[in-house]
C-alpha cells in the first residue's frame, strides 16, 4: 500500500537588521510531493534520480524481515523535486 502527501518549507533569507529590530524575508515556498510506500517491490533506479535527469531528490527503502515466495518487499519514501509556489498558497497562510 502507498499514499502520497505533501512537505511545506518557507524560503526566507537570514535575519538582518531593520532599526531596532530584525526582519527576515521570505520569497515563495517549496511544495515536495513525498510519496510512502507499506510494502513495495519497485524501487527507483538511478536514472529516476535528479542528478541523472529523473524527478526525484531523494528515497530511502528497508527492507522487511519477511519474503513471499522469495520476493523482498520494502517500506520507504520517495521525494520528488520542489515546485515554487507562492507564500498564500501554503496551507494555514
Request: no cysteine; hydrophobic share 35%.
Amino acid at each position: 500500500m502507498s499514499f502520497t502527501s505533501y512537505t511545506y518549507r518557507l524560503r526566507s533569507s537570514g535575519p538582518f537588521p531593520a532599526g531596532r529590530m530584525l526582519v527576515v524575508h521570505t520569497f515563495m515556498a517549496e511544495k515536495s510531493e513525498v510519496t510512502s510506500h507499506e510494502a513495495t517491490t519497485d524501487l527507483l533506479s538511478s536514472n529516476d534520480m535528479a542528478l541523472y535527469g529523473g524527478e526525484y531528490v531523494s528515497a530511502s527503502y528497508n527492507a522487511h524481515p519477511f519474503t513471499l515466495g522469495g520476493i523482498i518487499f520494502f517500506s520507504g519514501q520517495e521525494i520528488k523535486k520542489p515546485e515554487y509556489i507562492d507564500e498564500s498558497n501554503m496551507p494555514g497562510a
